[in-house]
């Protein structure tokens, strides 16, 4: 079983920019791909991000595309997001997933707020 912690998250005003991330405990992360989800309030969780096991491969939720970066670094068994140009509309939980064990992190929370 893999363990997944996030963490970057916070309160941000529109525009600004955070950098989350993801580790995970096992040295299989990367073979596997990799996902960011987010759930805002009310709302069901969705794709953001995902990223192959190399990293050569990556796709976007068209509501983030041009302004978020999923990456990775198998050395450190860790996933990133840079999410740059923040709109209030980002606010939500973020989660990130081992698409192999479809397992979840705990979730980190991102606001975005005047």
């Known amino acids: 079983q893999v363990h997944l912690v996030e963490s970057g998250g916070g309160l941000v005003q529109p525009g600004g920019s955070l950098r989350l991330s993801c580790v995970a405990s096992?040295?299989?992360?990367?073979?596997?791909?990799m996902a960011w989800y987010r759930q805002a309030p009310g709302k069901q969780r969705e794709l953001v991000a995902a990223?192959?096991?190399?990293?050569?491969?990556?796709n976007y939720a068209d509501s983030v595309k041009g302004r978020f970066t999923i990456s990775r670094d198998n050395a450190k068994d860790t996933l990133y997001l840079q999410m740059n140009s923040l709109k209030p509309e980002d606010t939500a939980v973020y989660y990130c997933?081992?698409?192999?064990?479809?397992?979840w992190g705990q979730g980190t929370r991102v606001t975005v707020s005047s």
């Open positions: 997933r081992h698409v192999g064990t479809q397992t």
């Open positions: 096992r040295s299989a992360f990367s073979y596997n791909a």
């Open positions: 990223i192959s096991p190399t990293g050569d491969n990556t």
